[in-house]
């Protein structure tokens, strides 16, 4: 096992100490996010009841294949603990995330939770968020225009692509522009303004959530 994967998993299996029997759960995408459902599906498998709110299609898939039972919002408005990776945190704990392109259903799940623990590798740790492009969701019918509009801002959009070299489309059949803004100076300002930007869904920026960031690093766990 690689370091950085060490560390992933030292930091999931640190976060399911915040999980008790009956809670509902906000179940995160991503790569730590995962090794977290597997970790969870083995104590469901124990006997610990809990139900969940998947943030991706792919979590969704996994959480299944690991037995843990699933809701929707149509059961439930509001969530115990949503656990979660990210792409970047920086010294106020406001994130960058996704990476995965599961931005949008994140955000919306973070929202609703009551208590949001992220989980990283010691690599995820900046100084200043930036160095990871921001992912910009936009809707298909403009990304060309709203793309201009980022570059007006010193973003450097990139069109994302899939596997299959088209554009990647969200689970909710959104685009994402990748922008490289570099060293983001004041994080609230730039999400102000893209949430002011018509034609964006929603953007990796996320600000004011005040989570517990777990993370791996060496052979331990840093609580912050």
Request: with cysteine.
């Amino acid at each position: 096992m690689t370091e950085k994967n060490q560390e992933k998993r030292l930091a999931a299996e640190r976060s399911l100490q915040y999980v008790h029997d009956g809670m509902c759960l906000g179940l995160g995408s991503g790569s730590t996010a995962a090794i977290m459902l597997e970790l969870l599906g083995q104590r469901v498998r124990d006997g610990l009841r809990v139900r969940g709110v998947p943030t991706s299609i792919t979590s969704r898939d996994l959480a299944q294949r690991e037995g843990i039972p699933l809701i929707d919002f149509h059961q439930v408005s509001q969530l115990d603990l949503t656990i979660d990776g990210a792409d970047e945190v920086d010294p106020k704990l406001n994130l960058i995330k996704g990476g995965g392109g599961a931005l949008l259903r994140e955000k919306i799940v973070a929202s609703l939770s009551r208590h949001v623990v992220i989980i990283v590798d010691s690599h995820k740790q900046v100084p200043q968020l930036g160095a990871f492009p921001l992912p910009v969701e936009v809707i298909q019918f403009a990304w060309k225009p709203l793309a201009e509009r980022l570059a007006g801002l010193g973003g450097k959009p990139v069109l994302r692509l899939g596997k299959d070299g088209l554009p990647y489309r969200t689970d909710e059949e959104n685009y994402i522009l990748d922008c490289a803004f570099g060293p983001i100076d004041d994080p609230v300002a730039l999400a102000a303004c893209l949430d002011a930007m018509p034609g964006v869904v929603d953007h990796g920026l996320f600000i004011g959530f005040h989570p517990t960031v777990i993370v791996g690093r060496g052979d331990d766990t840093i609580v912050i």
